[in-house]
């Protein structure tokens, strides 16, 4: 299978959307409430919002491609703690997972992550959701912590914080 990955354009905008609405009406509906995937998803996922990060400095959307097909993004993002890139996002198509697809995106991450000069790739998933978990150990995360925070309208997400060293493993 060949993946092919690049950067995301304005006009992969609303295909984009179109297919985290699929993934997350496939991941979240046992892990979270219908009302709160639809508040986030209209958080995240809206045009203006995305077209507004895809402008942004220290901000990166990349998407993957099969034979033409949109299947799978990914985002991240500088944090300001400085040398800490954050995966923001990283979606599959259900019916593409298990095939490589978020680890040939968790790739290009790891590449802006060491261009832009940070050690650690860092990033939330909700406690619950255990093959997403299983996806990051698999990629070389481990859990750092546990948080939980408010983002607004009564909705709170229970994460892990994950975390990779991008410094050479000393021998
Ligand atoms: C998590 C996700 C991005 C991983 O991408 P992927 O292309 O499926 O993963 P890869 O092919 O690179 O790696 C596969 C590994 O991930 C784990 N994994 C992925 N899907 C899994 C599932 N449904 N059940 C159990 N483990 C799973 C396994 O460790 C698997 O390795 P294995 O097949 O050898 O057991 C993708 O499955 C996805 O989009 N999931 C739903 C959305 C989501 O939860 N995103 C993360 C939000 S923080």
Known sequence: MNIVVSPVTATDIEPL????????????????????IDFMLEQRYNPRRVRQELDMPGVWWEQARVDGELVGFASCLLTAAGREM????????????????????????????RREACDTLILAVNKRNAPAIA????????????VRVDIG???????????????????
Request: proline share 4%; hydrophobic share 45%.
């Open 17 to 36: 959307a179109a297919l985290a609405r699929v993934v997350w009406q496939r991941t979240y509906p046992e892990i979270i409430s219908q009302a709160q």
């Open 86 to 113: 954050k995966l923001d996002k990283l979606y599959v198509d259900p019916n593409r997972q298990r095939m490589g697809i978020g680890e040939r995106l968790l790739r290009e991450v790891r590449a802006h992550a």
């Open 153 to 171: 309208e009564g909705f709170v997400m229970d994460d892990f914080i994950m975390a990779q060293s991008l410094l050479p493993a000393v021998q």
């Open 135 to 146: 996806a990051y150990r698999k990629h070389g995360f481990t859990v750092r912590e546990a």
